[in-house]
């Protein structure tokens, strides 16, 4: 018996050790930790300058990289490391690589090239093969060479303060920089600084009003509440419409009449590109694309809004097979995404589609089955009426009217409206 006892006390010791032994594994024990990169200042600098690059667990660093040039290490404490702008660097992440791994900024730390171009904005923001847009900053005078992306793209003109270049095939969908060769140097731009995309769109997914597109849409007034809908170069719509804007852009489409929300629920009418067409018919188009790389992009004339007014305007459709993907915004909502109407009303929206909600559960639907996009008109306001009537303001319906141009997806970035 004294022999279980004792073979049952080294057991129990055993185990505990083993207990502790793993408990201290579980916890890291010895093994050095991955280090963190926070932040690090100033956020830009000249090859030979100092930046200081701030975390956790960065004691012991055996190499510091700017872009993908290896930086040489001044000091180095477990929370901060003093490294310099090695000559060579391009803007890039900052890495830190300790025996514990590989730890990387979240930002692009900028290397300025004294003599080099800097650019400051790229116009328009999104382009297209084809396109040319301008590239704002200084020392242009002297550019020889512009890549977009790995791609190089025909210079057009230069000055001082820009280069107009034209968009070369083969560049990738989605955020670009762009490499740009003067006397003075190569500077390359970071993507996170300075806002330049190239997207691609189809005329499948396309509302213009203009030429070849007239007439590609079909449409379904509210017959109560809608007194006009159709192009704004119809004599019907001219002759009849009270609230017309002036045009932006060449023929644009119209809606108005009398809102009421207890017939309409708040929908008035709504324009679609075409009929519904099979899913999977801009498969190719939607290929590799994400829900943040979606845009629909419109320009749209809400009209004069009761005082107070702060409910939804309008609606974008994504149309599925029996279901959509829709945005619904408020005024509050739209100032909040930074966009305002101009002296005539218009605004020039690009709504990302992951701002955009579906009547099932979002993600039911993939973007390569989408069939047809629409524009509706959504009020909530009005006091009733009499179904089967048209409705006026004695009826107590409110006057609305809407008016859109451009509507269109872009797969990339958002679309830039000229």
Known sequence: MQYLNRL??????????????????????????????????????????????????????????????????????????????PEGATTGKISVRTEGGLGQSAEDFTVIIVGAVEVTSVSPVSAEPGDQVVVNGTEMTTVSSVKVGEVEATIVSTSESSVEITIPEGVAVGPNSLTIVNDGGTNTTSTEVVEFYIIKTTSELMMTFDGEQDGVYTGSPDAEESTVFGVSNDETVKANAKALPSAID???????????????????????????????????????????????????????????????????????????????????????????????????????????????????????????????????????????????????????SQSFDNALISVGGPYSFK
């Open 8 to 85: 049952t006390t080294v057991l129990i010791g055993l185990a505990l050790i083993m207990t502790n032994f793993s408990c201290s594994e579980d916890e890291g024990g010895d093994d050095p930790r991955i280090p963190v990169v926070l932040s690090f200042s100033p956020a830009s600098g000249e090859p030979g300058d100092n930046v200081t690059i701030t975390g956790t667990d960065l004691d012991g660093a055996t190499a510091v990289t700017i872009g993908n040039s290896e930086a040489a290490i001044v000091s180095n404490t477990t929370t901060e490391i003093v490294a310099t702008v």
């Open 250 to 400: 060449g023929n644009f489409f119209h809606f108005e009449g009398y809102c009421t929300a207890d017939l309409s629920g708040s929908y008035t009418a709504i324009v679609q590109n075409s009929s519904a067409q099979p899913a999977g018919t801009h498969a190719e188009f939607f290929s590799g694309a994400t829900d943040a790389s979606i845009y629909f992009n419109l320009q749209i004339n809400v009209g004069d809004l009761p005082a107070e007014y702060d409910d939804v305007l309008f609606g974008l459709r994504m149309r599925f097979d029996g279901d959509d993907y829709e945005f619904t915004p408020s005024p509050t909502e739209l100032k909040e995404l930074g966009f305002e109407a101009d002296e005539n009303g218009w605004m020039n929206l690009s709504i990302p589609a992951t701002l955009f909600d579906d009547d099932a559960a979002l993600g039911t639907f993939a973007f390569t089955d989408m069939q047809r996009i629409g524009v509706v008109v959504r009020r909530n306001y009005g006091t009733g009426g009499t179904s089967g009537e048209q409705h006026t303001e004695a009826a107590g319906g409110v006057f609305y």
